[in-house]
């Protein structure tokens, strides 16, 4: 921590793990020649901002090399495709001020007075400063206006060892095309009193839109309580990125830096190259952000997310846009998207679900396997994959690459210039998806044995669903196949480089597989 790239340290090691070792900075002997002059005087005590003293150049090359250092480390892709496809970092012409959100928390100083800020690094000490460089200017006058109210009518923040006090934290919205603002208070109460004066003071101030509290009583790291309650104004701001507005409430997840949102997006709607006939599935699509962009090019767009309000808000987005295309459900995609691919095959005897392109921007834990397999059985013809975690990035992409699928193109984008977390957004291609040949074959020309003639993958993976309940992929079925000797087709799902791992089938399924292939008399039983 606090050292950049290129420093000549003196550190003092902390814990020596295998691979790696934690150390404290202790002098800086000789600093890089990328060392900058931060611009916040709090950089080092506050928790927010880790590489602010690197050159911002430096900060996008050092974003470039961690997302392709992934993909090659975890996801077994080779360097010289990664050199080949993945394009420059998007970066800000100005990485200052970008933020449209952000969450104060409040506590006293040791003189009883209230204070407001961020929280030092992996604690829960606040460095009191109102003059965030990440935030919108407007922050510091809002804070500083609450902190005077709070101190004239003797109203304390909160205490997380004592569970007293009032105001816990002070939610600040910006629109940075419409200019609305949204103030929302945390409250360990009913109520704040005197709460109608706050309220004047705020309304002063140009763009004020929505005044709120939110009541969270709970003892909990979790900032925003279950609901909130309109003080003044209306429940939500508006705001737009490219031609979509969308409607934010203090609930709602809505990206924080707009200006790169847009060129994200706008990157994913490229790399998902629809021409208007294509059915599109966004998963984990949030307020609606990605699927109303695609539901601009796309025929159908159908949205999953598991937050109830999350999908109330995408609904009502599709709605104010006048976009008649997009659907949305309920529910964890891991459930949603294999329950519709079940669901149609019952349904439809004979076919199976369909999807041209499948975008999937999931939490930074990445998808889960029955996710990315239900997704590679649809068989789109594009997966644009959005990331906020390059390291489940490079593990999910590693399974769908043997599972058929091609990585194509890949970029890093930055939303959080000064941090060190970075989104990335990666195009999948079905292998052989551009190449179609007519031809009349026997199936004595065929490549096939006597066993692999006698059941196809969908009968083996259904029988397998019904006697055990359990779903496998066709890569587990092609790993079991070739253990006992039926022979596979040159090049099935073979991996992209020499030292790619590809995912292996567990003991127990491996047992389900063996009990298919001796019912379809594909081995024998022994």
Not at 92 to 107: L, T
Not at 142 to 150: D, G, R
Not at 482 to 498: F, H
């Amino acid at each position: 921590k606090d050292a950049v790239i290129g420093d000549v340290v003196k550190a003092k090691l902390m814990k020596a793990k295998k691979n790696y070792g934690y150390a404290r900075l202790m002098d800086i002997i000789e600093p890089s020649a990328d060392r900058v002059i931060p611009k916040c005087r709090f950089v080092r005590k506050c928790g927010g901002c880790q590489i602010q003293e690197l050159a911002y150049e430096k900060q996008l090359e050092f974003k470039e090399k961690k997302v392709k250092g992934n993909l090659e480390r975890i996801g077994g892709f080779a360097p010289e495709l990664l050199e080949r496809i993945m394009e420059p970092a998007v970066g800000m012409e100005v990485p200052f001020y970008y933020r449209n959100k952000a969450q104060f928390p409040f506590g006293m100083d040791k003189d009883g007075n209230p204070i407001t800020g961020f929280y030092a690094g992996r604690t829960h000490d606040i460095i009191a400063n109102t003059d965030c460089a990440l935030g919108v200017p407007v922050n510091k006058r809002i804070l500083e206006l609450i902190l005077a109210f709070m101190k004239e009518y003797g109203i304390a923040a909160y205490d997380e060892k004592t569970g007293h006090g009032l105001i816990r934290h002070a939610l600040i919205r910006y629109g940075f095309v419409t200019k609305e603002i949204m103030v929302c208070l945390v409250i360990n109460g009913k109520t704040i009193p005197h709460n109608e004066v706050l309220i004047k003071e705020l309304r002063k101030i140009p763009g004020m839109t929505s005044v709120s509290v939110s009541v969270n009583r709970k003892n909990t790291n979790v900032i925003m309580g279950d609901s909130y309650e309109v003080l003044w104004g209306q429940g939500f701001i508006t705001d737009y990125i490219g031609s979509i507005k969308y409607q934010i409430s203090p609930l709602s997840f809505y990206q924080v830096n707009p200006a790169q949102t847009e060129k994200l997006y706008g990157l994913a709607l490229e790399y998902a190259g629809l021409k208007g006939d294509e059915t599109v599935w966004d998963l984990y699509c949030g307020i609606g952000t990605i699927s109303l962009f695609l539901a601009q090019k796309a025929k159908q767009v159908y949205g999953v997310e598991i937050v109830p309000q999350a999908i109330e808000d995408a609904r009502n987005n599709a709605k104010i846009n006048g976009i008649g295309n997009a659907e949305f459900y309920i529910g964890r995609a891991e459930d949603v998207l294999p329950e519709y691919y079940r669901r149609y095959a019952k349904e439809h005897p004979g076919e199976t679900a369909h999807a041209d392109v499948i975008v999937v921007d999931p939490p930074r834990k990445g998808c889960e396997e029955s996710l990315l397999e239900t997704m590679a059985e649809m068989g789109p013809d594009r997966i644009v994959y959005v990331s906020c975690d390059s390291a489940t990035l490079a593990r999910d992409l590693k399974y769908l690459s043997g599972a058929g699928y091609e990585l194509v193109r890949g970029r890093a984008v930055d939303q959080f210039p000064m941090g060190v977390h970075v989104e990335t957004v990666c195009l999948l291609s079905k292998l052989n998806t551009r190449q179609h040949i007519e031809i009349d074959l026997s199936m004595d020309e065929l490549d096939l044995t006597d066993a692999e003639k006698k059941a196809t993958y969908q009968e083996i993976k259904d029988y397998v669903l019904k006697q055990s309940g359990l779903k496998v992929s066709s890569l587990y079925i092609a790993q079991v196949k070739q253990k006992c000797g039926i022979i596979e087709r040159e090049n099935y799902n073979k991996p992209k480089s020499e030292d790619a791992k590809q995912p292996q089938c567990s003991p127990e399924k491996e047992k389900a597989i063996k009990e298919a292939l001796k019912y379809f008399g594909m081995i024998r039983s022994s």
